[in-house]
């Protein structure tokens, strides 16, 4: 079983940044794609960027490309979302996931195995 655990969420105000960790509890972290998603009141689950079991590749959605850039530290089993410029409509929970049966770029929050509990991001104007 895998816990994820994400942290760095806050009230920010617009054009400011903040950084997203997300902490797995297992050493086979280094062999999962992980994601990181989001959710707004009313709204849908949305996908946001994912990256590869290296950290080689990534792979944004068209809303945050340019702006939000995910990485990869397997030595401390953690992925990471530096999101940068951020605007009122990025408010939302925002949730890391894990795929622990594939290690190329996933994007359908379907295909992910496991979740954390989510972590509220407020860009107030």
């Known amino acids: 079983q895998e816990q994820l655990v994400e942290s760095g969420g806050g009230l920010v105000q617009v054009g400011e940044s903040l950084t997203l960790s997300c902490a797995a509890s297992?050493?086979?972290?280094?062999?999962?794609?992980m994601g990181w998603f989001r959710q707004a009141p009313g709204k849908e689950r949305e996908f946001v960027a994912a990256?590869?079991?290296?950290?080689?590749?990534?792979y944004y959605a068209d809303s945050v490309k340019g702006r939000f850039t995910i990485s990869r530290d397997n030595a401390k089993n953690t992925v990471y979302l530096q999101m940068n410029v951020l605007k009122p409509w990025d408010t939302a929970v925002y949730y890391c996931?894990?795929?622990?049966?594939?290690?190329?770029?996933?994007?359908?929050?379907?295909?992910?195995?496991?979740w954390g509990q989510g972590t509220q991001v407020t860009v107030s104007s």
């Open positions: 990256i590869n079991w290296s950290g080689s590749t990534t």
């Open positions: 297992r050493r086979a972290f280094s062999g999962y794609a």
């Open positions: 996931a894990a795929r622990t049966s594939a290690r190329g770029i996933v994007t359908p929050w379907l295909e992910y195995d496991y």
